[in-house]
């Protein structure tokens, strides 16, 4: 019983005094700017943590500005995607501010290799390469290709670029032009003169065959 006393009363003692070593560090308000090294462009939206009280997080914002209120001997750790992690402890300051400037490290992350192919398994690459048509040479090869038939199919599914349907536009316009030219029946019949003079000419002849049936 009195070995149970004594733990609980250094447990109590212990508890004490962190609480009172708590109290008497000083409370200092906490601010700074996240960025990167090199081209200093700040690091938005960092994690920024304190692990010496209770792990309490804060976040920075999109340019990297955080502040809030701490202790002086505080371990602060700061975490981002893509930077490597990076700890710091607040330092002693005369006043009941301070304004830290932190600069984060870009972690670069060399993948492996990797080499795509276009079988799924050696398996049916060895089918592909026995089944390999090797009887015909190049120039064979490509005359099938630039025939007729090869050439219409392939206009057939393959999309026009930018500068074909610029050149097909531009030919149906100029065609249109020329047709409105040469044939009349683009052609506004009031606004050409000779319509006008074969009107006036068929109004002529009636008046004379009116007069003459009329003797």
């Not at 508890?15 to 690091?43: D, M, N, W």
């Not at 990297?64 to 750790?77: C, E, L, N, P």
């Not at 930077?83 to 492996?112: C, H, R, S």
């Not at 015909?136 to 005359?143: A, L, T």
Request: proline fraction near 5%; charged fraction near 15%.
């Amino acid at each position: 019983m009195k070995l149970l006393v004594s733990i609980l009363f250094a447990v109590f003692l212990s508890f004490c005094s962190s609480a009172l070593h708590a109290q008497e560090r000083k409370i200092v308000q906490y601010s700074g700017i996240v960025t990167t090294v090199g081209s200093g462009l700040p690091v938005g939206y960092a994690t920024v943590t304190n692990l010496s009280f209770r792990n309490e997080a804060f976040a920075a914002n999109n340019e990297g500005y955080f502040s809030f209120v701490a202790h002086v001997g505080d371990t602060i750790r700061f975490t981002s995607v893509g930077f490597d992690p990076l700890v710091v402890t607040i330092p002693e300051v005369p006043g009941d501010k301070y304004t830290a400037n932190i600069i984060m490290q870009n972690l670069v992350t060399e993948l492996p290799m990797v080499t795509p192919y276009p079988w799924a398994s050696i398996e049916e690459f060895n089918i592909a390469f026995m089944n390999l048509d090797v009887s015909e040479d190049n120039i064979v090869r490509v005359r099938r290709s630039l025939s007729y038939e090869s050439l219409a199919a392939m206009a057939a599914v393959i999309p026009r670029d930018g500068n074909e349907m610029r050149s097909i536009n531009n030919a149906q316009s100029f065609n249109t032009m020329n047709n409105k030219v040469i044939n009349q029946r683009y052609a506004n019949p009031l606004l050409n003169p000779f319509a006008w003079g074969s009107l006036i000419q068929q109004i002529t002849k009636g008046s004379q065959s009116r007069k003459s049936s009329s003797y």
